[in-house]
Each structure stands twice: as structure tokens, then as C-alpha cells.
């Protein structure tokens, strides 16, 4: 299927016309309007810089709250409370060290300047929130994402230190959980949330179910 340009106009495409990789449009801005509407519709900015890409894969990967897997030594660390846990504590912290840190898997980041200063305003305004991992007073990892409804739209995270990522991953979707999340859309297959539980289902499984638990 030809690819769309998005113009000035606040739309989208059906998402069954994204291309075989999931590449859905391109254009268009990172306004706080057109981003909501983009994940309403199980849609999400993914690009390198220059002119925004819009995405919906199939098939998609997500995490059912229920069916979260914590490991034994986990399960240890949270017993211990090896780090602090807090939320929305220092949102623009964590997404600036999602943007800034390096991983091995990756050669640069998607997160610009106009992207972080998109989620920032969005947080702001109390659609994106914040996971946090403290030691010694220090940020040491973290998650963010986007909630609309009884959905999570996980975005990106950092560790700093060993498994600070996961500790702040589970205690966030525990916490979710107790306030009704039903749906952590993960985007796109990793082996780090794979070994937490989430896993690949067809993006029309993912769209209906995304339907029923989004504000429309």
C-alpha cells in the first residue's frame, strides 16, 4: 500500500493500511491534539529525527497486567526493597535519560528535542507519567508512557544500575493493576519485556481490545 503523508489536518489512516513493516504515515506534528489521537488509534511516533513516522505494526506486542512474570531473584530484590519506587517524581529526569542513554542494541535514539519537549507537555497536562528508582537519593532508572483509560502506553525506560529498569517495570504495572489498567501496550517486541511477560498478538485483537478500554 502507497505510504500516507499527513498534512496540517488532525487524521490519521485506517491502521490496516500500514505498510508490511508497520509504517503507517509520515508528517504532520507532535501537537499534543494529533498525539493523543494517534494512540487512541493504537498509533505511535517512531523516527530519528527529521519528519515524524507513524507506526502500528502487526503483529503488536503487549502485556496483560494478569499475566506479568517476576523471576525468583526479582522477587528478592523487591522483597528487600533493594530501590525507592516513586511516581511522576521526576518525569522530565527520566525521559531525558530514555533520550540520552545509550544501549547496546541501539546506535542513536528516536527521543528529539521536539519529542521531549512533546511528552513533557503531555505530562503536564496529566496524559504521560513517570516510573522512578532511587539509590542513595540518586535516579537510577526508569520507565514513561502515555494513559488514556484503563490503558498504559508504555514508550521507553532506563537502567543505570542492574536490574532497576525491571524493579521500576513490575512495581509500575502492580500499581496499574490496582487502579484498573487492563492493557500495557508495549509496541514492539524486546527480550527484556518478554522475560516480564508480554508477548505478540495480531493488531486487530490489539485495536478491539484497544477500543473498549480507551476514553473515546
Given at each position: 500500500m502507497p505510504l500516507h503523508?499527513?498534512?496540517?489536518?488532525?487524521?490519521?489512516p485506517p491502521v490496516y493500511e500500514a505498510m508490511e513493516d508497520g509504517l503507517l504515515a509520515i508528517g504532520g506534528d507532535l501537537t499534543t491534539e494529533r498525539l493523543l489521537l494517534a494512540y487512541k488509534k493504537g498509533i505511535f511516533p517512531w523516527f530519528d529525527g527529521g519528519t515524524p513516522l507513524w507506526w502500528c505494526p502487526d503483529p503488536r506486542f503487549i502485556l496483560l497486567p494478569a499475566e506479568l512474570k517476576v523471576s525468583k531473584s526479582m522477587q528478592q530484590l523487591l522483597k528487600r526493597k533493594t530501590f525507592e519506587f516513586t511516581i511522576n517524581k521526576a518525569f522530565d529526569k527520566v525521559i531525558h535519560f530514555c533520550k540520552t542513554n545509550k544501549r547496546k542494541e541501539q546506535e542513536g535514539t528516536w527521543i528529539t528535542d521536539d519529542v521531549?519537549?512533546?511528552?513533557?507537555?503531555?505530562?503536564?497536562?496529566?496524559?504521560?507519567h513517570s516510573a522512578e528508582v532511587w539509590r542513595n537519593g540518586e535516579l537510577v532508572g526508569g520507565l514513561y508512557g502515555i494513559r488514556l483509560g484503563k490503558v498504559f502506553f508504555g514508550e521507553s525506560m532506563f537502567s543505570l544500575?542492574?536490574?532497576?529498569?525491571k524493579y521500576a517495570f513490575i512495581n509500575y504495572v502492580n500499581q496499574l493493576t490496582?487502579?484498573?489498567?487492563?492493557?500495557?501496550?508495549?509496541?514492539?517486541?524486546?527480550?527484556?519485556?518478554?522475560?516480564?511477560?508480554?508477548g505478540m498478538v495480531d493488531r486487530e485483537y490489539f485495536i478491539n481490545l484497544l477500543n473498549k478500554l480507551t476514553i473515546q
Open positions: 503523508i499527513l498534512g496540517p489536518g488532525l487524521w490519521f521531549e519537549r512533546a511528552y513533557n507537555q503531555l505530562h503536564r497536562l496529566g496524559y504521560a544500575v542492574s536490574n532497576a529498569s490496582s487502579e484498573g489498567v487492563e492493557l500495557i501496550d508495549c509496541q514492539v517486541y524486546t527480550e527484556h519485556l518478554e522475560s516480564l511477560g508480554a
